[in-house]
């Protein structure tokens, strides 16, 4: 197994939460509820928690995988760099698809579910996502060769930096590593719930891809955080499972097998009877107000 990096970084994690509290509170940004704080970090924990069970079980798979590999890429420098752009690149494809599809959704919406943004909502994280597969994204890389210790390794990095860009302490970096990198204000779009913010910029370190594959956007009007329907609760274990609750309730009540696979496979806010609207439905809708 890799060292656990994400355990090494809690202290740093928890200096800068307390920083940017000081901060935001003298400049009177008032940035934190306590009450979501606490719900974020409690997420956060649970995350930890449950990695030291299903993380062996992931290590196990790619190390499966790996006796196929194609190629026999080592540990040389320039593998690791190779490695960085191969689990950025996943990273963008697991983020946009769990935007996308409604079953990756539910694991993934946890991570959006506050109305705050702060560093502390960096630590919301699913309880359920490696439980319901989101590490399939990644298999392709120990299959091509590259060592599970290393996809691991650079899975964890990615975690980490993405931890500072949830902050509205920071406004913009210099212009060549905003385009280049995913930033605070990159970010703050991406847990924007305003329409034309949904589902926008789903880089990790990078923001190359959002730029390549048509899905960036730049800041313009602070967003309004959380869901486009927020749940308003601050206990955990709501949090961690009010999607798949909801998910549970709409496949009770399909009228098809079809029905169902929509539910569970289509785009988050899909209804067989059209009662909720997709982002790209929302979108339409605007447009058409707009004309």
């Given at each position: ?19 940017e ?15 979501d ?10 995350n930890?928690f ?10 196990g798979t ?9 190629f ?8 690791w ?11 963008y ?9 409604r079953?990756?959704?539910a ?21 359920t996502g ?7 994204f ?18 964890a990095?990615?975690?980490i ?7 509205e ?10 385009y ?16 034309e913010?949904?589902d ?12 390549m ?22 206990n955990?274990l709501?949090?961690?499972?009010h999607e ?14 079809k ?6 496979f ?13 982002t ?6 605007q447009?058409?107000?707009e004309?």
């Amino acid at each position: 197994m890799p060292p656990n990096l994400i355990t090494y970084a809690i202290p740093g994690f928890v200096l800068l939460i307390l920083l940017e509290i000081i901060f935001t509170s003298i400049d009177n940004r008032n940035k934190y509820e306590p009450k979501d704080a606490a719900s974020s970090i409690a997420m956060g924990l649970g995350n930890v928690f449950i990695g030291i069970f299903t993380k062996s079980v992931i290590f196990g798979t790619y190390t499966l995988i790996y006796q196929f590999r194609l190629f026999e890429l080592g540990f040389a420098w320039w593998v690791w760099i190779l490695c960085f752009f191969a689990d950025d690149f996943s990273y963008y494809w697991f983020h946009r698809t769990s935007h996308t599809v409604r079953f990756f959704w539910a694991s993934h919406v946890i991570h959006h579910s506050s109305e705050k943004y702060n560093l502390a909502t960096a630590l919301r994280q699913t309880w359920t996502g490696n439980l319901t597969g989101t590490f399939l994204f990644w298999l392709w890389m120990p299959l091509v060769g590259f060592h599970p210790i290393m996809v691991m390794s650079m899975q964890a990095i990615s975690l980490i930096y993405q931890f500072w860009i949830h902050t509205e302490v920071i406004h913009r970096l210099p212009a060549p590593l905003e385009y280049v990198l995913n930033t605070p204000s990159h970010h703050r779009v991406h847990h924007g719930s305003d329409i034309e913010y949904l589902d926008r910029n789903h880089g990790g370190i990078l923001i190359i891809w959002d730029r390549m594959f048509g899905t960036f956007i730049e800041e313009k009007d602070r967003p309004h955080y959380g869901l486009t329907t927020n749940i308003h609760t601050y206990n955990p274990l709501l949090i961690a499972t009010h999607e798949w609750m909801n998910i549970w309730t709409d496949l009770r009540g399909s009228k098809s097998f079809k029905e169902a696979l929509h539910y569970l496979f289509d785009a988050p806010g899909w209804s067989a009877d059209g009662s909720r609207k997709t982002t790209r439905q929302l979108r339409q809708m605007q447009q058409e107000q707009e004309k």
